[in-house]
């Protein structure tokens, strides 16, 4: 009798307890609330608030994308956190534009950064072709012609057809959410902890 007492109050605690699965889906529904409301694609040099600066919401880049949908559901502000690991390793974080300093305006809106920034954190997932191997949630970076980088999140929807997981980016037309995880060459696959 207790022993069945014991495992009934086992079950009770362990139905009680968050998922782990539940900070993934707020992640994914984090990025998704932000179709319909960024609508345009806005890769315009704003001087932020800091921490948590942000441009203004009908506009952005893919990597606002990931960075409110990680603030709204992680607590998570990237701004802040790849401003300041770039204090402290600059030299790991690319020079492509120039820049001598870090800049708390734009160093976490940018594509190569944020992989630098997720593989220092040991984030990184090995890439595949399989659309099995990416959960939602998942953060994969791409290279879209002309050598641009590109960064979008794994969805929790399939494409109907191929089973391949729908992803949530801007791309240019604000945020959307399509059938294109394997469209462009994949150059990371990371998953936040």
């Not at 949908?69 to 492509?96: T, W």
């Not at 997932?125 to 002309?146: C, F, H, M, N, R």
């Amino acid at each position: 009798m207790a022993t069945l007492k014991n495992t009934l109050s086992l079950i009770l605690m362990m139905l009680a307890l968050p998922s782990v699965a539940e900070p993934l889906a707020d992640f994914v529904n984090a990025a998704r609330s932000q179709v319909g409301t960024t609508v345009r694609y806005d890769p315009t040099y704003y001087t932020l608030a800091y921490p948590n600066g942000d441009i203004p919401v009908e506009g952005g880049v893919c990597t606002d994308v990931v960075i409110r949908a990680l603030r709204a559901s992680h607590n998570m502000d990237l701004q802040k956190l790849v401003h300041e690991d770039m204090q402290h390793a600059f030299k790991q974080y690319p020079k492509n534009w120039g820049l001598k300093n870090t800049d708390k305006n734009i160093d976490h809106r940018r594509v190569l950064n944020l992989q630098t920034y997720f593989k220092r954190k040991s984030y990184e997932l090995p890439i595949s072709s399989k659309p099995e191997d990416y959960q939602a949630g998942d953060v994969v970076t791409v290279l879209l012609p002309a050598n641009l980088p590109h960064i979008m999140i794994v969805s929790d929807k399939s494409a109907p057809t191929s089973n391949t997981p729908l992803i949530i980016h801007n791309i240019g037309d604000g945020t959307q959410e399509e059938d294109r995880l394997f469209e462009f060459k994949i150059t990371g696959h990371y998953r936040i902890k």
